[in-house]
Nanobody, 124 residues
């Protein structure tokens, strides 16, 4: 039974930083895509960042480019999302997702087979 577990969310003032972690159980990320999505109240879920091909490539949404960084520690089988210069509009539930489907845009939800339950990020 595969589970993705997110951690690191919380409340922070604007301009602050948070680091999210995503660790799977019963599963190894290997070369699968691993992405972070977020969903704010009343809005659709959107892709934030993804790490591809085991960490060779990363993709970042324009809305967070220059502020967020995605990385992967293969030894720990963990993917991180470092969020700096946080803004109120970054407030959302953040989800980790992984999957082996390539050949489509990284920010398409259907490309991911496994999802975490989410961790809340609140920026005031």
């Amino acid at each position: 039974h595969v589970q993705l577990v997110e951690s690191g969310g919380g409340s922070v003032q604007a301009g602050g930083s948070l680091s999210l972690s995503c660790t799977p159980s019963g599963y190894t990320f290997s070369s699968d895509r691993v992405a972070w999505f977020r969903q704010a109240p009343g809005k659709e879920r959107e892709g934030v960042a993804a790490i591809l091909f085991g960490g060779i490539l990363t993709s970042i949404a324009d809305s967070v480019k220059g502020r967020f960084t995605i990385s992967k520690d293969n030894a720990k089988n963990t993917v991180y999302l470092q969020m700096d210069s946080l803004k109120a509009e970054d407030t959302a539930m953040y989800y980790c997702a992984s999957g082996s489907m390539y050949g489509c845009d990284w920010n398409k939800e259907y490309a991911y087979s496994y999802w975490g339950r989410g961790t809340q990020v609140t920026v005031s």
